[in-house]
């Protein structure tokens, strides 16, 4: 299969709009770990809402400006919805096409999964179909000990609320199968992991288990709740120095990356220069089964612990513009706290709007959660400790040169 | 800093602001609680506004009142230091010593164009409170332009003949040299009827969470957010007169510090208005040389912002 990352500066010079799907809230999983507080089996969208959706989005070239576009279907599991996705994308490129929409090749498809459906005749028939406009990513979280200590089944019977209760069966035999496969189609795909308190002890183990996988490109980023244990920083250090151990000494970074190490982080931030807010909310749109659009799907109820959805229109009314607008002018300085401004390493140092929201003392977005201060700087530590090492080391072998020359640039992952 | 205290005497105390007080049935403050309130203000050295609503007060309130130096607001046809209309008539008679606020509606406000051009000569200051501010259409705004050159033409006149009467939407940006917002929360918090603190009279008005109360006294959640340099669009702009209203953003965008689209263009209307009379008083002599009011080519500093 030819390779899809054709246009990739366009993509990634955050040119695209993306606009996201929530097909479904129900997955075959219950991961521990997932954000979706309240992911349920009842909330499935229909074709209806999706194509007034689509409606709405496509009559209102004006508003949409972006060069390019990104659909995005997530859930739950967006494979779930399979045969709705592909009307869904189908309806999408005839309209697109007739409406000499500005998007028409300039467009695509993207998932993130956790691949247990991905072998199955319907999702395989879906990407040979649009495979010239595809991006897939399977979640898998290392090594089966650490996949299975997050990533179960779900118990075939829901609460009596609706909402899915985790197994004890983990489901990384179910996933690896489709591994071969999946990376047949897209040698270029990476993979997401996700890391909580619980799973530091196996960072190292799990990223060169991807990496045997034949998996070139981790994106690892720590949860940004409040999970943190005290001490957990330190095993983090340490866990992350003996990665860069292993990834230099077994030879892997020429090939290979994780984007834990980027030269890219760790310095201080200037108030004025950097002032950007680092995640994309209010510049993408999501619409979910009611019809209700969000400034992206964290701001959706299953998202959310503890305050309400943070709802910008419907698919009837479109958008009410007024309450984009503080997504729009959110800056970094403005929510950040006295400290993250005099930071000498805050270059890097992540934060969700989402999570800043559901975490604030108030009803606001400009509150921004520090619960991985901490870690953040752990990491800067270790990934200082890479980059001298890495460069002694090829300085050593007279290969800097060569090396700058081509590597692999790992930019920060926006959300 | 904090620099005034708001007390609402009565659940129906008059409304001056953008939100209409909903609450029909008379609850006054209770007497130790307007106690506890001056007490308060007194140790932070606050000034005192009092706001009344439309009966007499009992006696032992009225001593009470008396133990502080203070402003009265009160609703017309009380006297007080700023007298409150509502509900259309704008009457004015022995009112020159008085600041006069009138709220109305935008229908209301298109129809009194000549009533309030009548009434400027006769006051010392007028604030005109639209309450329905959010619902300004782009057509709004030509027939509201069209008002406020009327009511300059007026101003023109008065103050060439050296009266200056004041129009809170046009002389006050024509006099002012740096931001003059509401700054509830920051400069002014109010205590209401029920023994809390609240950001302002319209956070009590919309039941909004209280933030704090008299023994405590008042502690308000990301208090930064209400201040001009945590406000991305307003500490960039130029409409020193606009109220920058944090209960109407509250309303509009959900956040307290981000203005809606229909503030920003009203306030922009009347910052343009007031440039023109600034100009035109300027044809005939010298006046507040030190104001420049620049010449901009947008309505909404949104449209404007930095793009990042
Ligand atoms: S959260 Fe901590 S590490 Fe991150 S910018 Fe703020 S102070 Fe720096
Ligand atoms: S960082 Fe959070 S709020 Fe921002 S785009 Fe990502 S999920 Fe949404
Ligand atoms: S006009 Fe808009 S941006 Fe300017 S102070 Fe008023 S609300 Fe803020």
């Given amino acids: ?415 | 800093m904090m620099q005034y205290l708001v007390i609402l005497l009565d659940d129906t105390s008059v409304s001056y602001c953008h939100a209409d007080n909903p609450y029909k049935e008379r609850r006054l403050i209770n007497l130790d609680d307007l106690r506890a309130g001056i007490r308060y203000a007194m140790t932070e050295n606050l000034m005192i506004q009092f706001v009344y609503p439309d009966y007499a007060l009992p006696k032992e309130y009225l001593d009470v009142i008396d133990t502080i130096d203070h402003h009265d607001i009160v609703p017309y046809p009380l006297k007080g230091d700023v007298v409150v209309i509502e509900n259309g008539e704008l009457r004015v008679e022995n009112l020159a010593d008085a600041v006069v606020v009138v709220r109305l509606k935008k229908a209301e406000l298109f129809d009194s164009g000549e009533a309030i051009a009548a009434t400027l000569p006769k006051v010392q200051r007028l604030n005109v409170v639209v309450t329905d501010l959010e619902t300004f259409t782009d057509e709004d705004l030509k027939r509201y332009n069209t008002l406020l050159d009327q009511w300059a033409a007026v101003l023109n006149a008065e103050y060439l003949h050296g009266r200056t009467p004041q129009l809170n939407l046009l002389t006050d940006r024509m006099m002012l040299t740096k931001p003059n917002h509401c700054n509830a929360g920051v400069e002014n918090i109010t205590l209401a009827p029920d023994g809390r603190f609240y950001i302002c009279p319209d956070f009590y008005y919309s039941q909004a969470e209280p933030v704090g109360d008299l023994q405590s006294g008042p502690a308000i959640p990301n208090q930064q957010l209400l201040r001009l340099d945590h406000t991305p669009l307003c500490r960039h702009c130029d409409a020193y007169h606009c109220r920058r209203c944090v209960w109407m953003n509250r309303q509009t965008t959900l956040e307290v510090n981000t203005p809606s689209h229909e503030q920003c263009i009203v306030a922009h209307t009347e910052r343009n208005a007031a440039r023109r009379l600034l100009e035109s008083i300027r044809k005939e002599a010298t006046f507040m040389p030190e104001v420049e009011i620049k010449e901009i080519d947008y309505l909404d500093p949104f449209d404007v912002r930095k793009e990042w």
């Fill in chain 1, 1 to 415: 299969m030819q390779k899809v990352r054709k246009n990739d500066n366009a993509w990634q010079s955050g040119r695209a709009k993306n606009i996201t799907f929530i097909v479904t809230k129900d997955c075959q999983l219950a991961c521990k770990y997932c954000y979706l507080v309240g992911k349920n089996v009842k909330e499935r969208m229909s074709w209806e809402t999706a194509k007034a959706f689509i409606d709405y989005v496509l009559s209102h070239e004006n508003e949409f400006r972006e060069e390019s576009v990104v659909w995005d279907f997530i859930g739950g599991e967006p494979f779930l919805e399979i045969e709705l996705i592909d009307k869904i994308c189908d309806y999408l490129k005839l309209r697109m096409f007739e409406l000499n929409h500005h998007w028409f090749n300039s467009y695509r498809f993207s998932f993130s999964t956790n691949g247990i459906n991905y072998h199955t005749p319907e999702v395989q028939n879906f990407i040979q179909k649009n495979r010239e406009h595809l991006s897939i990513g399977i979640t898998i979280d290392g090594t089966e000990k650490k996949h299975d200590l997050n990533r179960v089944w779900k118990q075939a019977t829901p609460n009596a609320n609706g909402i899915t209760q985790p197994s004890e069966r983990g489901s990384y035999k179910d996933v690896v199968k489709n591994i071969p496969l999946w990376l047949s189609q897209f040698p270029d795909a990476g993979t997401k992991v996700t890391i909580s308190s619980a799973d530091i002890p196996y960072i190292t183990e799990s990223v060169l288990h991807l990496y045997s996988l034949g998996i070139h490109q981790v994106n690892i980023n720590v949860v940004f709740e409040d999970v943190w244990q005290e001490g957990d920083d330190k095993r983090f250090e340490e866990q992350l120095m003996q990665l860069a151990d292993a990834i230099i000494d077994g030879g892997w970074y020429q090939d290979y990356a994780c984007s834990f190490f980027s030269e890219h982080i760790g310095k201080p931030l200037d108030p004025e220069l950097d002032n950007q807010n680092w995640c994309g909310a209010g510049r993408m749109l999501s619409v979910d089964a009611a019809g209700n659009l969000y400034p992206c799907t964290r701001f959706a109820q299953y998202s959310l612990r503890s305050k309400k959805a943070l709802v910008i229109g419907n698919i009837h009314d479109g958008i009410n513009q007024n309450l984009l607008r503080p997504f729009l002018t959110l800056d970094r300085t403005t929510q950040s706290p006295q400290k993250c401004l005099d930071c000498e390493v805050a270059s890097g140092c992540a934060w969700c709007q989402g999570e800043n929201y559901d975490a604030a003392q108030t009803n606001t977005i400009y509150e921004r959660s520090t619960a991985i201060c901490l870690m953040h700087k752990a990491r800067v530590r270790a990934n200082n400790y890479y980059w001298n090492k890495l460069y002694r080391k090829l300085e050593l072998e007279g290969r800097r040169e060569e090396y700058e020359a081509n590597k692999r640039d790992v930019k920060p992952e926006i959300c």
